[in-house]
């Protein structure tokens, strides 16, 4: 069963830094695609970022270049780099894990930025 730990999430004023991590159980994680999505009170949820198995990445317009997406296959654990935080970016943070058969999530992470 594919289990999705995320946790680093937190209250941080504008301009600060957080660094969030999901770590994976269940899966064969250097084959999966991992993604960072978000979703805002009364919002739909969107894609932050995702990495694919071979390391290639891509970034919603709005964090580009101020957000970092990594994994450490190893560890069974992808990152969410969070620098130059704003309010908007306030949200609960979910990891996504897809593999050939299965999406799955996380339970969620609050981000919440104030200014």
């Known amino acids: 069963q594919v289990q999705l730990v995320e946790s680093g999430g937190g209250l941080v004023q504008a301009g600060g830094s957080l660094r969030l991590s999901c770590v994976a159980s269940?899966?064969?994680?250097?084959?999966?695609?991992m993604a960072w999505y978000r979703q805002a009170p009364g919002k739909q949820r969107e894609l932050v970022a995702d990495?694919?198995?071979?390391?290639?990445?891509k970034y919603a317009d709005s964090v580009k270049g101020r957000f970092t997406i990594s994994r450490d296959n190893a560890k069974m654990t992808a990152y969410l780099q969070m620098n130059s935080l704003k309010p908007e970016d306030t949200a609960v943070y979910y990891c996504n894990a897809k593999g050939r058969s299965y999406s799955a999530w996380g339970q969620g992470t609050q981000v919440t930025v104030s200014s």
């Open positions: 990495i694919t198995s071979g390391g290639s990445t």
């Open positions: 269940g899966v064969i994680f250097s084959t999966n695609d």
